[in-house]
C-alpha cells in the first residue's frame, strides 16, 4: 500500500482527526523498524544461510496480515469493486 495514498483517505474522513492522522500513519513505519532490527540482528549472528528462512516468514507474516484485512473487513465485495469502477473526477483530486 502506498503510505501518501493511505494519509490522503484518513484527511478525507471527517471523523478523524489530525492527530489521529498523524498517529496512524506512524504505525506502518513503526512495524518496519520493529522487523528491520531483529532481522539484521539474526542475519549477522547466523550469516547467509539466514536469509531465505527470514524472507519466508517475513512473507508469510505479510500474508497473513492481508488476509486478516480481507476476511474482517465488513465491507461487501460488490461495493468495493462499484467504487473503483465509477469513480467519478471529484474523487481522484482529495487534496
Avoid at 34 to 50: E, H, L, M, N, Q
Amino acid at each position: 500500500m502506498v503510505q501518501g495514498a493511505f494519509t490522503l483517505w484518513l484527511r478525507a474522513q471527517r471523523q478523524y482527526s489530525i492527530v489521529q492522522v498523524n498517529n496512524y500513519t506512524t504505525i506502518s513505519p513503526s512495524i518496519g523498524i520493529i522487523f528491520i532490527t531483529p532481522s539484521a540482528w539474526i542475519v549477522d549472528k547466523v550469516g547467509k544461510k539466514a536469509i531465505i528462512p527470514l524472507i519466508g516468514s517475513v512473507a508469510l507474516v505479510h500474508f497473513v496480515g492481508k488476509l486478516a484485512f480481507v476476511l474482517y473487513d465488513k465491507t461487501p465485495f460488490e461495493y468495493k469493486c462499484s467504487l473503483l469502477r465509477h469513480r467519478t473526477s471529484k474523487s481522484r483530486y482529495l487534496l
